[in-house]
Each structure stands twice: as structure tokens, then as C-alpha cells.
């Protein structure tokens, strides 16, 4: 497992190791049954606190990715992966109902809601 930690990005040290593990678990570079390294080993090595990484470990747990035994580690979720795949896809489904919804509303046809669609696609391309 690899993370590496930018002081520049604004964003919480403890997100940033979230969302690479996360993306790691996601890949499959991170099995399920993966055992993660302690938080004071992580902390460690990568030069922060240890109130860092149990925050980002609490997190990942409390969010289905990970699974922690006490006296024996923490360890990749076995369901994980698909558990946070399918509710993601539960996310994107709700949130296009309610584009669709909006879009309705705005008397579009679905022609017209496809032109939605794609124009912000196109700009999630151009970023």
C-alpha cells in the first residue's frame, strides 16, 4: 500500500489517505483481506499524527471499507469494494432521478434531457 500525502492540497491530510485507500480498495490493488498497516505504522511512516490516520481508518470503517479487529489489525473489507461500488451506483441513480425530475419539471423532452446530460459530461471532459 502507498499513500502520499501533499501539505500543498487543501484538503485534510486525513481525507487525502481516505481517498487513496479508497482508490486502491476500488482498483483491487487492495484485496479484500488486504491487512492494513497499525495506525501507529502508518502514522510512522508517513511523519504525522496518529490522531490522522484513526480518524481516516474510523472513517473508511464506518463507511463499509474496512473492518477492524481488535488486537489484530484492520483489514480490507470483504464485501468492500462491491458493497461501496453498488451504493455509489445507488447515489448516481437517485441523483439522475432527480436531474430527470428537474428536467421534467422544465417541461424538457428526452431529447432535451439528453442535451443536459451530455453538456455536462462534455465539461467533466474538458477538466
Same mark, same amino acid.
Do not use: H, W
Given at each position: 500500500?502507498? @499513500?502520499?500525502?501533499?501539505?500543498n492540497? $487543501?484538503? $485534510?491530510?486525513y481525507?487525502q489517505i481516505?481517498?487513496?485507500? @479508497?482508490?486502491? @480498495?476500488?482498483?483491487?490493488?487492495? $484485496? $479484500?483481506g488486504?491487512?492494513?498497516p497499525s495506525i =501507529?505504522a502508518?502514522a510512522?511512516?508517513?511523519? @504525522?499524527?496518529?490522531?490522522t490516520?484513526?480518524? &481516516?481508518?474510523?472513517d473508511?470503517? &464506518?463507511n463499509?471499507?474496512?473492518?477492524?479487529?481488535?488486537?489484530?489489525?484492520?483489514?480490507? &473489507?470483504?464485501?468492500?469494494?462491491?458493497?461501496? =461500488?453498488?451504493?455509489?451506483l445507488?447515489?448516481i441513480?437517485?441523483s439522475?432521478e432527480?436531474?430527470?425530475a428537474?428536467?421534467?419539471?422544465?417541461?424538457?423532452?428526452d431529447?432535451?434531457?439528453?442535451k443536459?446530460?451530455?453538456?455536462i459530461l462534455?465539461?467533466f471532459?474538458?477538466t
Amino acid at each position: 500500500m502507498f @499513500i502520499a500525502l501533499s501539505n500543498n492540497d $487543501p484538503t $485534510p491530510l486525513y481525507e487525502q489517505i481516505k481517498k487513496q485507500i @479508497i482508490e486502491q @480498495i476500488m482498483s483491487g490493488e487492495l $484485496p $479484500p483481506g488486504y491487512m492494513l498497516p497499525s495506525i =501507529r505504522a502508518l502514522a510512522k511512516e508517513l511523519e @504525522i499524527s496518529v490522531i490522522t490516520v484513526k480518524k &481516516a481508518y474510523e472513517d473508511l470503517e &464506518a463507511n463499509g471499507y474496512i473492518v477492524t479487529n481488535q488486537g489484530k489489525g484492520s483489514f480490507v &473489507a470483504q464485501a468492500g469494494a462491491e458493497f461501496v =461500488r453498488e451504493s455509489k451506483l445507488k447515489e448516481i441513480q437517485k441523483s439522475f432521478e432527480r436531474g430527470i425530475a428537474l428536467c421534467r419539471e422544465l417541461s424538457f423532452d428526452d431529447g432535451g434531457i439528453l442535451k443536459v446530460f451530455c453538456d455536462i459530461l462534455d465539461e467533466f471532459g474538458q477538466t
